[in-house]
Structure formats: structure tokens, C-alpha cells
């Protein structure tokens, strides 16, 4: 019978219960709360990693035998549907001058992918800044103010990524960040949590006349920073990898050619966690004999 298990409760008993099942539920609600913070904190980034898509207002420009609009417009279903976070153009965006006609033709074969994510554009040697802003006037990313620069910090909670501008000159092959830009990212390094810190620049980072002029003095800057662990960089239009002072360099492949037949054309898939990141290469021509080679990274404690 129903009556035996059943007991009547005085207010006293009534309103203890009800608290202590309160104080159950909040406490459930609170450790989902922590779980699900902690699975967020966890949670791996996928980004589409391109450089050097050099995007001309004539579609049929070729450049050692290859287009780089067709080039990017092979590479851009793929991104798709690896339904990354978000992708990254790490510079020469452009075809040669960044002219308006580029990047209106650049615009309109990105609007398909950036309906869906956002893509987020560094600004190269062969980019104009004024020209860009006048097409891209609402650029993904949260844009930092910095003198005469276009600097971007994309906030995750298991890592930060900061897109670097190193266009100095137009069409000319040296870069440089500049001491405004210098002084604004020790400045946001020293002010800022300890999660990873991924740095993207364009122009390569050697000594070179054609390089990052202002190299040694970025190494200088990071060093004291064990929260910076790699620096993704294009330029050579190269796949490759090295390290300097425990900090990863990645040199990313270029969309719209190579400039030797030995480097493969394509874009890398990122998956970046607290620990490290896998990448993935999506070679579509040039050198193929790597394509879908994933090569892993492990943060390194140095450099500190």
C-alpha cells in the first residue's frame, strides 16, 4: 500500500529538506560550472593557417606556371570543411601592390568561408595598408591601437594569438614592426596571463636585407616571456620548421605559388592546445610528397 511508505513532513522538517535539496542543486550546478570550465580551458583551437595567397584583380595572372586566385579558391572548400575557429592570412594578401582591385577580387572569394568563420588578415610587404582598410574597413579581430600598424589578438581560452605587422615599404622585401609596435607588445606581454602566446609576422625571421630587420630585437623582447612559444612567419614562401631560445618558428607555405619546385603550395590545418600543436599540411601542388604530414609541437618551458 502507498500509505505505509508514505510519512507526513511538520514545516520544520518541510523546509530542511528543501534546503538541504537547494544546497544539493547549486552544488551540482556549481561542479557542472567547474567541468565546464575546465573542459573550456581544455579544448583544442582549430585554425586554418594560409600566407602569401598574393590574390591579383585578374584572376588569369599566373606566376611560375601557377594562379594564385585559382589556387586559393582550390584551397578554400577545404578550409571549409575542416570548420576551423577561424583562419589566418599571415600576409601578402595582395598580388604584388596591394592594390584596391586585389583586394576587392580577395574580399569576394573569401565572403563564402567568412560567412561561416572569421578570417583574419596580417598585412605582408606586398600588402597596402590603406588600400586594405579601404576594402576590409571591418576586419576580423579585435585590432589593437597601434600607431600606423595593424595588430590583431585573438583570445582563446586555452591560448592567445597576436598577428604581428611587419609591412614596412610597399612592394619592397624587408620588414620591420617598428618601435611603437615593439614597445606595444612588451607592454601587452608584461599586463597579460600566462596562457600560451602564439606570435604571427610575416617577413622571415633571419638577418637578412630581405628579412625581419628588427629580428634580434623581437628575440630580446619575448625572452624574458615563457608564455611565448612559437612565431608562425611566411615571406619564403617555404614549409619548415626550427627554434630559437625554446621558441618554435614555423615557416608557413604560400597559397598562390613557390619559388622553388622542392616546396609544396598550400595552407596548414592548426589544432592548438594548452600543451602544444599539431599541424597538418594541405598541400595542393608544388612539392605534394608531404601532403597530410601532421608534425607536432610541444611547448617548450624555456625561455623563460
Known amino acids: 500500500m502507498p500509505g505505509i511508505l508514505y510519512q507526513p513532513l511538520t514545516r520544520r522538517d518541510f523546509l530542511r529538506r528543501a534546503s538541504t535539496a537547494s544546497a544539493a542543486l547549486a552544488l551540482g550546478a556549481g561542479v557542472r560550472g567547474m567541468a565546464e570550465d575546465a573542459s573550456s580551458q581544455e579544448k583544442p583551437v582549430r585554425l586554418a593557417l594560409l600566407s602569401d595567397t598574393h590574390i591579383p584583380a585578374n584572376p588569369l595572372e599566373e606566376y611560375r606556371k601557377f594562379l594564385p586566385a585559382e589556387n586559393l579558391r582550390s584551397v578554400l572548400p577545404q578550409v571549409a570543411e575542416s570548420h576551423p575557429e577561424g583562419v589566418i592570412i599571415n600576409g601578402d594578401a595582395a598580388r604584388l601592390t596591394g592594390e584596391l582591385a586585389d583586394y576587392e577580387a580577395l ?58 605587422d611587419s609591412l614596412l615599404y610597399v612592394n619592397q622585401v624587408a620588414g620591420l614592426l617598428g618601435k611603437a609596435q615593439r614597445e606595444w607588445l612588451g607592454q601587452y606581454l608584461e599586463s597579460t596571463d600566462g596562457r600560451p602566446t602564439v606570435l604571427f609576422v610575416h617577413h622571415t625571421l633571419r638577418d637578412g636585407d630581405g628579412d625581419l ?46 619559388f622553388s619546385d622542392n616546396e609544396p603550395v598550400g595552407w596548414v590545418d592548426a589544432m592548438f592546445t594548452a600543451k602544444g600543436v599539431d599541424l597538418a599540411l594541405k598541400a595542393i601542388g608544388g612539392n605534394r610528397t608531404q601532403d597530410g604530414k601532421t608534425t607536432s609541437l610541444v611547448w617548450s618551458s624555456l625561455g623563460s
Open 107 to 164: 574580399k569576394k572569394l573569401l565572403a563564402p568561408l567568412a560567412e561561416q568563420t572569421p578570417v583574419y588578415i596580417g598585412l605582408g610587404n606586398h600588402d597596402d595598408r590603406d588600400n586594405f582598410f579601404k576594402v576590409f574597413d571591418s576586419p576580423a579581430g579585435v585590432r589593437q591601437n597601434v600607431s600606423g600598424k595593424h595588430v590583431l589578438v585573438l583570445e582563446r581560452p586555452v591560448l592567445r594569438l597576436i598577428v604581428l
Open 213 to 258: 630587420l628588427d629580428i634580434e630585437r623581437l628575440y630580446r623582447l619575448i625572452q624574458p616571456h615563457q608564455k611565448v612559444k612559437a612565431i608562425f612567419y611566411g615571406h619564403s614562401h617555404q614549409y619548415a620548421f626550427s627554434q630559437e631560445q625554446g621558441v618554435h618558428l614555423v615557416n608557413i607555405p604560400a597559397v598562390g605559388y613557390n
